[in-house]
């Protein structure tokens, strides 16, 4: 049987802990098949982003093109577009496929080095987040779009309405820098979901977010709902921040493969670094 196809369109991370290669390791983990399109290449790693480089407009077409014209997809994920044009661009591209939409507006790594140009920020608001089954702001990447800054959950309500007035389905508002437990907001305007989970004393926590969107996605392919398919994603997240481990010199990665018991089948192998 062929499983469903989940396409992600985003940026390389070299350290292999967030982007296209979180995002590939989500979908396998879930099941899916994931594709990848890919819109720049960083030099990263757990201290942070050393360089980035935009491929060229052409070269993302392309990798689409190629991708949903003879495999098909079942899912989209978008991820680091740092550009103006390659939002637009991939916002094209997506408007012209038939398949839900997961929107990741990726606006800093981790480590706070800027991965979202503030001249691309119209372009989010106006050509992407119209297309978006869901959108997964963090605090962060929802002020930067909105100008609303959450102090406390409260606030959460003010945020999610001021994201969906640009046009998502669905958004989902990620309170995960609050204090206290990691609560967030699935809302389409009418509906409330509040999904929360302890949180935990795990440094280790990069692509929690590539992780998430990629999580959502897969399960929208597999035909879940959208409050069904963000509370199993977010279920995944959390298990795989548990499981997150130190690697090199600074914020380790969660670990995509919790569920399956990778690591703890080669524990003793041999040191991280």
């Not at 958004?171 to 949180?199: C, F, M, N, Q, Y």
Request: glycine share 12%; with cysteine.
């Amino acid at each position: 049987m062929i499983p469903p196809r989940v396409l992600t369109v985003a940026g390389s991370d070299s350290g292999g802990g967030a982007g296209i290669q979180a995002d590939l390791k989500t979908m396998l983990a879930l099941g899916t098949h994931g594709m990848s399109v890919i819109t720049a290449v960083t030099a990263q790693n757990s201290l942070g982003v050393q360089g980035a480089w935009d491929l060229p407009v052409a070269a993302v077409r392309a990798q689409y093109r190629s991708v949903v014209d003879d495999i098909g997809v079942q899912a989209v994920k978008t991820g680091m577009l740092s550009s103006a044009e390659l939002v637009e661009a991939v916002a094209e591209l997506i408007a012209g496929t038939d398949a839900p939409v997961v929107v990741d507006p990726v606006g800093v790594s981790k480590h706070g080095d800027p991965l979202l140009a503030a001249s691309a920020l119209d372009s989010v608001r106006t050509e992407l987040l119209p297309l978006a089954t869901v959108a997964t702001p963090n605090l962060d990447e929802t002020a930067r779009l909105t100008g609303v800054r959450v102090e406390s959950e409260r606030g959460l309500r003010q945020a999610a309405a001021a994201v969906l007035a640009y046009g998502p389905r669905w958004v989902l508002i990620k309170g995960g820098h609050l204090p206290g437990d990691a609560v967030d907001l699935l809302t389409d305007g009418s509906e409330e979901h509040w999904l929360r989970a302890p949180r935990l004393d795990n440094r280790h926590t990069h692509g929690t977010g590539c992780t998430l969107a990629s999580a959502i996605a897969a399960q929208l392919a597999k035909g879940e709902t959208v409050p069904r398919a963000v509370a199993t994603a977010k279920e995944y997240v959390t298990g795989a921040i548990a499981a997150g481990f130190p690697l090199g010199g600074g914020i380790g990665p969660v670990d995509h493969g919790w569920r399956l018991g990778v690591r703890d089948a080669h524990e003793g192998d041999g040191p991280a670094r």
